[in-house]
Structure formats: C-alpha cells, structure tokens
C-alpha cells in the first residue's frame, strides 16, 4: 500500500492503520485486504462483484470498515454489497470511496449497497467520498434500506471535495417503531454537479425518519436535492435542506411530501441563499478577513 | 483616545427615495479609560453611533480618529485587530460552529474547558454545558446574549462597545452584568444602554435626542434626562 492509498483510506474511512475487527478493502476494483470474523462475516458474492455483510444476532459495538479506493483513470467500478443486520444487532459501518485519478480519462465508482434491518437492530453507516488528481472523479451511490420493527438506522454522508460528478439514491421503506436518520453534507467547487434524491416510504405506524441535508456549492457548481416522503401511517417526516450559494452556483431544492394517512405528518423546509452578512460581521468584528470568516463559517457547516 | 470629527451619517428611504439624517454632525472626544453610556429615545442613532465605530458601517462624512490616526477608512477586521470589541444588540446564530469556535477566534487559542470557563462563569453561564453546544436556534435569546458578552471578554481590547446589553437578560444575573462593566476598569468601555442601573455605574453619559447631543458627566447629563410623554389614561397629558 502506498502513500496516496494511506491518505486516502485515511480520509474516507478514518483508517491510519489495519482496522481492527471485519474490514474489507477494496482497490481498483479489486480486494486487497479483509478480515472476516465470527460475529461479522464477509463473504464474497458469486453471481456478480461484492460482498455480502452478515451481522448475526445480538453483536453490539462492533464495526465493519469496507472502503473502496480508485487509483488509476478509465476504470468503472461497479460493486454490489448487502448487508444483514441480525436481530438486536448494533454496529457501525464505515463506507466511503476515495479516487485519486492521475489520467485525464473519468474514473467511476458506483457502490449499490442494500441493507437489511431485522427487528430492533441498529445501525450508524458512514459514508465519505473524495476525488483528488486530475481526470473526472464519478461517484453514483445506491443505498436501499429495509427496516424492520423497532430498528434504527442512522446515515452520515460527506462528499468533502474533488468529486466532479455524483448522482447519490437513497430509498427506505419503513415498518413500524422504526427510526432513520440521514445526514448529508455536500461541497461543490468547479464545474462539479451533486445530484442527490431520498425516497422514504413511512409505511409503519410509529415510523420516522429525519432528512438534514446542508450544502455549499461555490464557482460554476450545481447541485440538485429531490426528496419524496410518503406517510401511508401514522408517522413522522422532517426533511430540512439548508444550502450555501457562492459565486456562480447553483443549488435546486424539490421536495415532495406524500401522505396518505390524515395522521401522517410530513415537513419540508429549505433555505438556499448566500452566506448571512451578519454572520461575516461577527467574525471579521473578532479580527478575521473576509476570507477567513467564509472558510470558517462553511467549514463549521459541513462539520 | 477615540474622537469624532463632523460626523455624519444618512440613508436613504427605499420608499419615498428621501435622504434621512440618523446622525447629524457629531463631534466629541470618548473620554479615555472610562465608561461613558449612550442613551437616547429609541431610533436617536446609538446603535448606528456604535456600528460607526466599530467600521460596521461607514460615516456619510466626518472622520473618526483613534490615539490621533485616521480610522475612518479602517475595515471592521482591521478595527477589531486595533483592539476594538463589540458584543451585538442581536447575536447572531451559526449552524456548526460551537461557543467553543467562537471564543477560541476571539481568543486566538484553543480554549481547555478551564480557559472558557473564565469568561463563561462571568455572564453566569457554565462552561462544561456550554461549551461544545452549537450557536444555533437550540439557544435562548438570552443564552445568546450571554454568550455574545462572553466572546467579547474573550476577545479581550481596549475599546469596549456593547449595544444594549442587558436585553434579554434576567433579573437575577442583572448585578452580575453591571460587575462584568467593573471588570473593565482601566479600558474604555461605551455601552448603548436604558436601564437606570447602567446610567448609574456610568463615568460619563453621551445623551441623543433630537437631531441634538450632549456629553458630560452623570451629574451634568441625569438631570436632563426627559421622563417619556404618558397618554391620559396613565395620568399624562397625551389623548
């Protein structure tokens, strides 16, 4: 492993060193390294490329890293993963794909992952993505989630730079007593586009899931927010979408709410406008530049 | 020392297209290492009169000198470095950044939990429920204003400017803010403020009314304060 996979794996999966417990790292489309164990299995898939995760029953705090890194240009890789999350179970999963494309040809990574929730499990899934070098840098992330009663799911996504172009897909069906949480931070630079879309389906009784999605796109970026949330029970649905616009960006926000039951209650809200001048103010009145005041308040932000 | 020249500052009406007088040609000299009150009828111009200090805002004409330079031209930022500080009369709220941010900007350190709670404790807050919460719409108003007090301590200065401080600020915690104002002795310190109990502790006041302005002692200046018109039904002359 050279340096530019240490710095990548360090920024997308938080890895300075061999994880402990199951990992399975993927490079250029290949596996380069994985520890499978008894309570978390990783098993090869045989009718196309990835793996299945099975989570067994009842393990709790554990984790499973499987980050992808792309080292070279004219690659798509397409990887499928599954994971089974045993009943009772409460892991954390740390996902994430960083490209670093020294060619001038696109490099593309499209990771489809579904998850399965059994009953009253539990999961918090990290996913970060990054793009450095100088080729396209394509990221098209599928995730489907299954949840079943009384389980919980908790997704943290951060695009932090370099990704010149991403479409990400999020879809969930809820059962009953069932809790999710997404959290997406997006940056645009450039001539990137991001293009995100959640599909939740609240088809439990007592089912919520919570949308905050917070993005800045600076220069010639754009990006695209479309979220679709149908109640057909008595639920909750808060989707909250905030973006920063710099220079001569764009950000377009398209909710929809769908509720099919009179006790379903389903929020919207999006603001998208400029950094708030007094917020420069208070800064640059402790004695920081412009400058500096924009890259605190972004960076605070995307925290 | 912090003088002002043939001040003026005016705006435009976005409506009426009317130019509007807010200051009117001010000139005086803050005294030095002492803390003068700025009060005045609302909409006399103390917040702008502050906002002009500080370079939040630009005079229409005039120039403002401190310890004999030109500042006028002087940005916000560059003011702030010249050890101006200034708490808000409306925090403001920021998704992501933490109190401990703010106060480590203000500071130019990484606060420990100890360091923030030397300026926390002096608006009563404590720093370990404090400190790693958000500055966003999960805080009170007045927790805000504390706050914001706290970040200018922080901060640190020689010229102090706080814009209505005891808004939103309880009873109880009153005292505490007129002991944060002792703190500063030996600074030069120019609060806007109403509250009787501030006017009090006050070495100088600097009265707006009218278009008009005077400065001077709390002996020459308290007696000219006008009790506000009542209406008939409190017992005043007003229909």
Redesign the interface.
């Known amino acids: 492993m050279n340096n530019i996979d240490k710095e990548l794996l360090k920024s997308v999966a938080d890895l300075h060193f061999t994880p402990l417990g199951s990992f399975n790292i993927r490079k250029n489309g290949e596996s380069v390294g994985r520890n499978s164990t008894k309570e978390i299995e990783i098993i090869t898939k045989k009718d196309k490329s990835g793996i299945d995760i099975i989570v067994k029953p009842g393990v709790k705090n554990k984790s499973v890293h499987i980050p992808v890194i792309i080292t070279v240009g004219d690659l798509t890789d397409i990887v499928y993963n599954d994971f089974y999350i045993g009943e009772g179970a409460d892991v954390i999963i740390v996902a994430g794909c960083g490209i670093h494309n020294p060619t001038l040809d696109d490099s593309r990574h499209d990771g489809i992952h579904a998850f399965y929730l059994e009953k009253n499990s539990k999961v918090k899934y990290i996913e970060k993505h990054l793009g450095t070098g100088k080729g396209g840098k394509i990221l098209n992330p599928i995730t489907k989630i299954f949840m079943k009663n009384g389980s919980e799911f908790e997704m943290e996504t951060l695009q932090i730079g370099g990704v010149t172009y991403s479409k990400r897909d999020t879809q969930a069906v809820l059962e009953d007593n069932t809790k999710l949480l997404i959290k997406e931070k997006i940056l645009t630079t450039e001539d990137q586009e991001a293009i995100t879309s959640f599909d939740v389906q609240l088809k439990g009784k007592n089912s919520h899931v919570q949308v905050v999605s917070?993005s800045v796109a600076k220069e010639n970026s754009k990006q695209s927010f479309y979220s679709n949330i149908s109640g057909e029970a008595e639920c909750f649905g808060h989707v909250e979408c905030?973006g920063i616009l710099l220079d001569k960006a764009q950000i377009i926000s398209v909710p929809k709410v769908d509720a099919k039951c009179p006790e379903a209650s389903l929020v919207h809200e999006a603001a998208i406008g400029k950094i708030?001048g007094?917020?420069l103010?208070?800064?640059?009145?402790?004695?920081?530049?412009?400058e500096e005041?924009e890259n605190?308040?972004i960076?605070?932000?995307?925290? | 020392m912090l003088e002002l020249k043939k001040v003026n500052y005016a705006v435009v009406d976005e409506k009426t297209k009317q130019e509007k007088v807010v200051l009117k040609d001010i000139t005086l000299a803050f005294p030095e290492n002492k803390l003068t009150v700025i009060t005045g009828q609302n909409g006399s111009g103390k917040s702008t009169l502050i906002k002009l200090i500080m370079g939040v805002i630009s005079p229409t004409s005039g120039k403002i000198f401190y310890n004999g330079k030109d500042i006028t031209k002087l940005r916000l930022d560059e003011r702030a470095n010249l050890g101006f500080t200034i708490a808000f009369q409306q925090p403001v709220r920021f998704k992501g950044l933490t109190v401990k941010n703010l106060l480590d900007v203000a500071s130019e350190k990484s606060n420990k939990l100890s360091d923030a709670c030397e300026y926390l404790s002096k608006v009563g807050l404590c720093a370990k429920n404090y400190i790693n919460r958000e500055l966003d719409s999960t805080l009170s108003g007045g927790e805000l204003k504390r706050i914001e007090l706290a970040i200018s301590l922080a901060k640190g200065g020689n010229l102090y400017l706080f814009d209505e401080p005891e808004a939103g600020i309880d009873l109880w915690s009153f005292e505490n803010l007129v002991d944060l104002f002792k703190g500063l002795k030996g600074k030069t310190v120019i609060i806007v403020s109403h509250q009787e109990k501030i006017l009090e502790k006050a070495d100088y006041l600097l009265l707006i009314e009218n278009d008009n302005y005077k400065l001077g002692t709390k002996k020459e200046i308290l007696p000219l304060l006008k009790i506000e018109p009542k209406c008939k039904k409190l017992g005043g002359q007003n229909e």
């Open positions: 917070r905030d708030a007094e917020q103010l208070k800064l640059m009145s402790l004695g920081l530049s412009h005041a605190l308040i960076k605070g932000y995307l925290s």
